[in-house]
């Protein structure tokens, strides 16, 4: 299957395409920051697992991962807000210098907060255990 090149989609698509990146990232924020974050009616509650650890590999793949969908969104928001620039010129650039500051600096704190997500580390065998045979399995 070939992706098709940006230019090539309507603009219609262009928006649904930049808006599912942007719920797909605010989305794997919001699992991290349920993962991280204490929310304050869990920390009440007395009925909480344990916080389980996770591997230093998971914990890499899942902040490149972050990362990779943070800067495919910005890119998304800058030629969004170019594509307004074109269709509607009128005050402009400083719209669109708005619109590119509101950008950025979502941007640098998601990137933040993926750089400094930090939760419990443990080692790959515990995060992923092996199968081991009990005794009684073995005869």
């Known amino acids: 299957m070939k992706i ?3 230019e090539t989609l309507s603009i219609g698509k262009r928006i649904v395409l930049a808006v599912v990146i942007v719920l797909l990232v605010f989305g794997l924020l919001f699992f991290i920051n349920r993962i991280v974050g204490e929310d304050e009616a ?16 998971l914990i890499n793949h899942v902040r490149q991962q972050v990362l990779a969908a ?10 969004h807000l170019f594509d307004i ?5 009128s005050d ?3 719209r669109a210098v708005e619109g590119m500051n509101v950008g950025l600096s979502a941007y640098v704190r998601a990137r933040r907060n993926a750089l400094s997500w930090d939760p ?12 081991k045979p009990s005794s009684d399995e073995k005869k």
């Open 4 to 6: 098709p090149q940006l």
């Open 42 to 57: 869990h920390a009440q509650s007395p009925q909480l697992p344990e916080v389980q650890c996770v591997s230093n590999e």
């Open 70 to 79: 943070l800067d495919q969104a910005v890119q998304q928001h800058v030629a």
């Open 85 to 89: 620039w074109i269709k509607d010129p």
């Open 92 to 94: 402009q650039p400083k």
């Open 120 to 131: 419990i580390h443990c080692p790959t065998e515990v995060a992923f255990p092996r199968y």
